[in-house]
């Protein structure tokens, strides 16, 4: 069984510029995070949706950020003005309903310039 | 919100000691689970166990619920198990399910 993937695994940009990070989940899992992780800290929820449907987005900076599962599978997290302390590692992880247990994925560390 | 306290932030050891992580959390949590990062980033659960005590090869996790408290023992340390060893909390089962993380243990292991 293939793991959650990521991509880009690295990303390097100035201030003012977009950037989007792409996740696959496990095939079947239902619901989907995405964390932040700065350096040195634990990983901080962002955003997590169930299917399709957003269940907590209450710590996505609404102003710059955004996240999409259209078809309750994929997921696209998007930055559109990037921040110099926006630079972390962010992290996908996914599991199935009836499981408490989280699967992440390589993550993608982004620097910001 | 929730908050989780891990102690110590980084812990060096000879090959073949024994390491004890601590994870003191805020508030009731019905989930608990122990994770370790590698160098490289990747996450992975070692252990859930909300209350009581759980083996699992060389780890050792013991939960006091009322007590707001857990502790990840590893016994025999091995080089490759340096890392960053992470504690998470969380809420009610089901899809209302989120993970509150604390900051972490670096742990090294020296040959």
């Known amino acids: 069984e293939a793991g959650v993937t990521q991509s880009p695994r690295y990303a390097v940009l100035q201030e003012g510029q977009a950037v989007s990070f792409w996740c696959d989940p496990i095939s079947g899992h239902d619901t989907l995070y995405w964390y932040q992780q700065p350096r040195d800290q634990g990983p901080q929820l962002l955003v997590y949706?169930?299917?399709?449907?957003?269940?907590?987005n209450s710590q996505l900076p609404s102003d710059r950020f955004s996240a999409v599962r259209p078809k309750g599978t994929n997921s696209t997290l998007k930055i559109q003005s990037a921040k110099q302390g926006d630079t972390a590692t962010y992290l996908c992880?996914?599991?199935?309903?009836?499981?408490?247990?989280?699967?992440f994925g390589p993550g993608t560390r982004l620097l910001v310039l | 919100g929730q908050q989780v306290q891990q102690s110590p932030s980084s812990l060096v050891l000879q090959e073949g000691e024994n390491a004890e992580l601590q994870c003191n959390f805020s508030s009731t949590a019905t989930q608990l689970q122990w994770f370790y990062q590698s160098p490289g980033g990747s996450l992975v659960s070692l252990l859930s166990?909300?209350?009581g005590t759980k083996h699992t090869g060389r780890l050792t996790s013991t939960t006091v619920t009322k007590e707001r408290r857990s502790s990840l023992h590893i016994s025999s340390s091995q080089t490759t198990d340096s890392g960053t060893y992470l504690c998470?909390?969380?809420?009610?089962?089901?899809?209302?399910?989120?993970?509150?993380f604390g900051k972490g243990t670096l742990l090294t292991v020296t040959p």
């Open positions: 992880a996914s599991r199935t309903g009836d499981q408490d247990t989280q699967y």
């Open positions: 166990n909300p209350s």
């Open positions: 998470a909390i969380g809420g009610s089962g089901g899809s209302n399910y989120k993970l509150t």
């Open positions: 949706f169930r299917d399709e449907a957003v269940i907590d």
